[in-house]
């Protein structure tokens, strides 16, 4: 698999260089196709860069009206709940930023989980560009990685790993006892990049049986995030990496 682990000293510089290559990716897809469609992940990790886009220079030279911002996965509760990740982003950049309401593509968390997931996966057919049966192309894709090597709301075990037809489906997860409404594999391969950010030592065994590709890693839902034409790009922090054969 072809990696290219981009590795940086600790979790605030990985926050701050991937929030500039996000921003970077940006402006090209504006330039480039007028419009930039992005897909957040949730979680802990990703905050601290929301934050920097929100508050840093270079989010000033964006136009937000054409940006699009939508979820790889959400926590089935209301989007003003703890454990929301829109409830996250929207404290961390969508109240400090100038994008329109009807940009913000969020998974509706309230509804029952069938109803998000089909209300969700028809937004993504009516919404993304470059449409391929129900699939449409993020221009970036950010993941973030569960030490068990879950991605999005992929984990290992579930029916969802398993699903082809539909971009978007509502898994129960044994494990935390709560439904979630995820993406899946067949849209993260259509992604034109996709950033998994990944961040702390808890998280290094993980990283490095997947980017070393041992044996266990076929047990990772993470491992299976393959773009078919696109670029797959691991951000890391030292102490993710601190497992990788050949750390530096
Ligand atoms: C979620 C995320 C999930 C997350 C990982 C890592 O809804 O929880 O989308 O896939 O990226 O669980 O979470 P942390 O960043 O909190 O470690």
Redesign the pocket.
Known sequence: MDHRPHITEDAESLAQEAARHWIRRALEAIQARGAFHVSL??????KRLYQILAEGELAKSLDWNRVHLWF????CVPPDHDDS?YHMVHDALLAKVPIPSHNVHRIHGELTPEDAASRYARDLVRGLPERQGAFGRFDLLM?????DG????LFPGTPALEERERPAVAVYVEKLESW?VTITYPLIERAREIMLLV??AA?APVVAAVLEERPEAQDYPVARVRPTDGELIWWLDRAAASQLDAAP
């Open positions: 992940s949730g979680g802990s990790t990703p790889g996965d959400e926590r990740n993941l973030g990685m569960g030490a879950h991605t999005a709301s979630r961040a702390g998280k």
